[in-house]
Nanobody
Framework: VQLQASGGGLVQPGGSLRLSCVAP????????MGWYRQSPGGPRDLVAT???????HYADSVKGRFTVSRDNAQNMVYLQMNELSPDDTGVYYC?????????WGQGTLVTVSS
């Protein structure tokens, strides 16, 4: 079983996208969840974390623009991304925090370009 992210695409600078991730219920209920971004040629970085029962926190690069949320009843995790810039381009993955190695999915590609 992998964590399947979706919702990526091509968007102009300043635009918005909402990413979704389907996760098994046991993963959501037992773990903090996060969104990771791998920019072209770069490492896979954690950009948003949603702990169980406490406030989310974000990488400085996305703070104030991205919002992470979860719906345990629907087994979903979301990432609302606003004011996108070309620096946000990359493949986005959801996983637990810390990540569960066997649950990495293929991610969803976000391209910010005019």
């Amino acid at each position: 079983v992998q964590l399947q992210a979706s919702g990526g695409g091509l968007v102009q600078p300043g635009g918005s996208l909402r990413l979704s991730c389907v996760a098994p219920g046991r993963i959501l209920t037992n773990n903090a969840m996060g969104w990771y971004r791998q920019s072209p040629g770069g490492p896979r970085d954690l950009v948003a974390t949603l702990p169980r029962g406490s406030s989310p926190h974000y990488a400085d690069s996305v703070k104030g623009r991205f919002t992470v949320s979860r719906d345990n009843a629907q087994n979903m995790v979301y990432l609302q991304m606003n004011e996108l810039s070309p620096d946000d381009t990359g493949v986005y993955y959801c996983n637990a925090v810390p990540p569960l190695d066997h649950y990495w999915g293929q991610g969803t590609l976000v391209t910010v370009s005019s």
